[in-house]
């Protein structure tokens, strides 16, 4: 009995095209309201902080230069980001958003799971500061 259910399941597949998706070469169209990567819009941030100060996982450094001139730099921890769209409700300006395309970061470099957003000028600014300040760091160790 149970030998003729088993051959009941197995016979029909033995038919049947397989499931198996051939990604990547074969993309599906993502959910429209699927979380992803958050995506910034400097040009309407006022730099408040609120999105770093509400993120569960501190994944968001907002990094204020100057305030006045609006030169912001969002340093985003994709690594440690579980897409909870916290920040996304806690902008009140609404330069924060999550759009479907953003959804392929794997990556074998870690590196690569840290991003910068900003001006390029502004961005260059900080990355030279971490760098001096690790390597003062280092001569201190
Ligand atoms: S989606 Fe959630 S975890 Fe990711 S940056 Fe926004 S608040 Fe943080
Ligand atoms: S909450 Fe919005 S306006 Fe405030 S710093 Fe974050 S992105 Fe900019």
């Known amino acids: 009995m149970r030998f003729a259910t088993m ?5 029909p597949s033995l038919f049947k095209s397989p499931m ?4 990547p070469f074969e993309r599906k169209e993502p959910p429209v309201h699927l979380r992803t990567l958050p995506s910034w819009k400097l040009e309407d941030c006022t730099g408040c902080g609120l999105c770093a100060m509400d993120c569960p996982s501190q994944a968001i450094e ?3 230069l100057d305030k006045k001139a609006k030169r912001f730099v969002m340093c985003f921890h994709v ?6 769209a916290q920040c996304i409700y806690s902008c009140r300006q609404g330069c924060l958003e999550m759009t479907p395309e953003n959804w392929e970061l794997a990556t074998l470099n870690k590196n690569a799971l840290t991003l910068y957003y900003g001006d390029r000028v502004d961005v260059e600014e900080v990355l030279a500061t971490a760098a001096s300040s690790k390597d003062a760091q280092t ?3």
Do not use: H, K, P, Q
């Not at 198996?20 to 990604?23: A, K, L, Q, S, V």
């Open 139 to 141: 001569t201190a160790g």
């Open 62 to 64: 907002m990094i204020v």
């Open 79 to 84: 690594d440690r980001c579980t897409f909870c």
């Open 7 to 11: 051959l009941s399941d197995v016979l």
């Open 20 to 23: 198996t998706e051939m990604y």
